[in-house]
């Protein structure tokens, strides 16, 4: 069942949500050349508990336990890479995944960032996940459905321009997903649509939906390593990873880790963002 939330706890989920975007703000500006990725999990963790939340990354998910407060994940890994003692090189491209609990209430958000320097079609393939991430959040509207979610990041991508080297491969199997009391919850959102799933429930007042394409440069298809968390792409090709967790309300969708609630992206698309709860 879809845990359908009161305006006062989409309230406290907006607020974990700013914790969140503070812990990638600082993982942000902090990524560089020679910077490894267990730094950027240092980072992320000290904010968390600067701001009394905790992680809901370093626990428990499905009997494996993750040791980091985010998932690092670089070029070719599409998610869930482990922080540790990787060193960042110039040229590379990040994927942070980051997620705090407060007050019994979860958020969850990931950016892509690039170190130093790409090449342009690195920075077109990040560009191009985050588009569809907004296209997608821009469906998170009461009267609409999931699959109008997953068909507007699909669209999103198959209507872009091809890399000069490679093509959009929409990660099979991955997506986003419900979150509030927990950070996993029903349902499962596709980034692409799948014959024979349905319309999916329809999306009402309450609906808080982890809205996150993953896109890769080659294929669709992944592996997972013996580590039993990194996922990386079949054939070795660059991947990004975009996330936010978003309400949908009686105003509009509020982008729940956002600072500006989605704002200023929503308005290049015509949508207004529901008012903020917390200003």
């Known amino acids: 069942m879809v845990e359908i939330k009161t305006p006062e706890q989409i309230a406290k989920m907006r607020a974990a949500g700013l914790v969140v975007a ?4 600082a993982c942000r500006a902090a990524v560089a050349p020679g910077v490894t990725t267990q730094e950027l999990n240092d980072i992320a963790d000290k904010v968390i508990t600067d701001h009394g939340a905790t992680s809901n990354f370093r626990a428990h998910h499905g009997g494996l336990w993750f040791p980091g407060v985010i998932c690092a994940s670089v070029n070719n890994e599409v998610v869930h890479g482990i ?7 110039e040229g590379d491209l990040i994927s942070i995944d980051c997620g705090a609990i407060l007050d019994g209430w979860h958020g969850d958000s990931a950016i892509t960032v690039a170190v130093g320097e790409v090449s342009p079609e690195v920075e077109m393939l990040s560009r191009v996940t985050e588009g569809s991430m907004w296209a997608g959040i821009a469906q998170m509207k009461k009267s609409n459905r999931l699959v109008d ?24 199997g991955y997506g986003g997903h419900g979150i509030g009391t927990a950070m996993h919850m029903e349902p499962h959102v596709l ?3 799948e014959r024979g799933r349905g319309k999916g429930p ?31 792409t079949n054939d070795g ?8 967790s ?5 105003q509009g969708p509020l982008v729940l880790t ?7 992206e929503l308005a290049k698309l015509g949508i207004t963002a529901a008012p903020d709860p917390l200003a």
Do not use: C
């Open 149 to 172: 979610v997953s068909k507007a990041i699909e669209g999103y991508i198959r209507r872009q321009p091809l890399p000069p080297k490679g093509k959009w491969g929409i990660t099979e």
């Open 83 to 89: 922080p540790g003692d990787r060193v960042l090189q």
């Open 258 to 264: 956002a600072f500006d609630g989605g704002r200023a």
């Open 22 to 25: 503070e812990a990638l703000k």
């Open 202 to 232: 329809k999306l009402v007042p309450g609906t808080v939906l982890a809205i996150e394409p993953m896109v890769s440069l080659g294929t669709p298809h992944t592996t997972v390593l013996d580590d039993d968390w990194t996922v990386v």
């Open 191 to 193: 980034n692409y649509v």
């Open 246 to 250: 978003v309400a949908v309300t009686e």
């Open 237 to 244: 090709t660059w991947a990004s990873h975009w996330e936010h």
